[in-house]
């Protein structure tokens, strides 16, 4: 028989105290719960790769490969074209590349005057529904339903109400407050342009009022009530309070509103149909021209990857600029001063 001697009471001491000497059997248990989470996430990590990433890399793909309709039925025979979809793409001087530059321009020249309206109302519409008044919830609400219908049920209604004929907008403009000498037309010619602005900023404003109002609870009202004292009017509050605290909000809402806008599809394919104006040709509706009505791929791939590109560089120097900071007198950021 054998026995077992004790441990001393020195060692039972150095066993309790040891932070290192972790209990048996708990390790496992520690881990399970670390691991869950990934775990569950698992899945939808999946579900994003098959959707986003392996088109994105099939896209890229197809963007050196002289893809047309006559390799569509087995795309990976189509011969490769090494970067001669991009040197299409990129030549300014041939008309694919000379239509190509002129859509950028025209997408830059919207997505500028979109983003810029969308903004400037969204905070005007935030800053005055700060103020309690009778009707205010109802104003909120009539505020958020362009955000809140269906894309396509409200660019289809706005199509209907730009027709020349018997369209809402002529009806008011020209038979009622007699403004143009004869109906114009909204949906083809340059007006087309105006119109795809109008229905942009209708459906994407409502966005940067929620985003703006979600920021303005944040900004405590002492602020407002001691600028009030010193005699600060609303002009001098908004420039020197709510601007500045509102900064980290609309250094994002900025960029989504951004990337929204330069890749919107929704809007010009459902108001113009399959064949854009040229004063509306906007690079993504272009983009799809170029690949599904001329059947060569591999040149509208190419345009896509450009385009990734470019939003890839212009969002990384605007982040990178943006966290930059605001800059003190010696060069260091405010916030460190």
Same mark, same amino acid.
């Given at each position: 028989m054998t026995t077992t001697a004790a441990p001393s009471t020195g060692e039972r001491t150095a066993r309790k105290t040891d932070p290192g000497a972790a209990p048996r059997g708990r390790r496992p248990g520690r881990l399970?719960?670390?691991?869950? #989470?990934?775990? /569950?996430?698992?899945?939808?990590?999946?579900?994003? $790769? @098959? =959707?986003h990433l392996v088109p994105m890399v099939i896209g890229i793909v197809v963007s050196f490969k002289e893809l047309t309709q006559f390799y569509i039925r087995d795309w990976s025979t189509a011969p490769w074209a090494g970067l001669d979809n991009y040197s299409l793409a990129v030549d300014f001087d041939a008309p694919v590349g000379e239509a190509l530059l002129k859509s950028f321009?025209?997408?830059?020249l919207f997505t500028v005057l979109s983003v810029g309206l969308c903004w400037l109302l969204g905070v005007a519409a935030a800053i005055f529904m700060q103020e309690t008044f009778r009707g205010r919830g109802?104003?909120?609400?009539?505020?958020?339903?362009?955000?809140?219908?269906?894309?396509?049920?409200?660019?289809i209604t706005w199509a209907f109400m730009f027709q020349r004929d018997n369209g809402?907008?002529?009806?008011?403009?020209?038979?009622?407050?007699?403004l143009t000498g004869?109906? #114009?037309?909204? /949906?083809?010619?340059?007006?087309?342009?105006?119109? $795809? @602005? =109008?229905?942009?900023?209708?459906?994407?404003?409502?966005?940067?009022?929620?985003?703006?109002?979600?920021?303005?609870?944040?900004?405590?009202?002492?602020?407002?009530?001691?600028?009030a004292l010193d005699g600060a009017g609303v002009w001098q509050q908004v420039r020197r309070i709510t601007l500045p605290a509102l900064r980290p909000v609309n250094q994002v809402l900025v960029l989504v509103l951004f990337l929204?806008?330069?890749?919107?599809?929704?809007?010009?394919?459902?108001l113009f149909g399959k064949a854009a104006p040229e004063a509306a040709d906007l690079i993504s509706i272009h983009i799809y021209q170029s690949s599904f009505?001329?059947?060569?791929?591999?040149?509208?791939?190419a345009m896509s990857v450009l385009l990734l590109l470019f939003l890839?560089?212009?969002?990384?120097?605007?982040?990178?600029?943006?966290?930059?900071?605001?800059?003190?007198?010696r060069g260091r950021k405010a916030t460190d001063a």
């Open positions: 399970r719960r670390v691991g869950l #989470p990934y775990l /569950l996430l698992l899945p939808a990590l999946l579900l994003e $790769l @098959l =959707v321009l025209t997408t830059c109802v104003l909120r609400t009539l505020f958020l339903v362009p955000y809140a219908l269906p894309v396509y049920a409200a660019v809402l907008v002529n009806h008011v403009l020209h038979d009622q407050l007699g004869s109906p #114009p037309f909204w /949906l083809i010619g340059d007006n087309s342009f105006v119109a $795809l @602005l =109008v229905v942009s900023v209708w459906k994407g404003w409502p966005f940067a009022f929620l985003i703006v109002m979600a920021g303005l609870q944040n900004i405590p009202k002492d602020l407002y009530e001691a600028a929204w806008t330069f890749n919107d599809f929704n809007t010009p394919f459902v009505q001329t059947w060569n791929f591999g040149t509208g791939s890839l560089v212009v969002t990384g120097a605007y982040l990178w600029f943006t966290s930059r900071g605001p800059r003190g007198p």
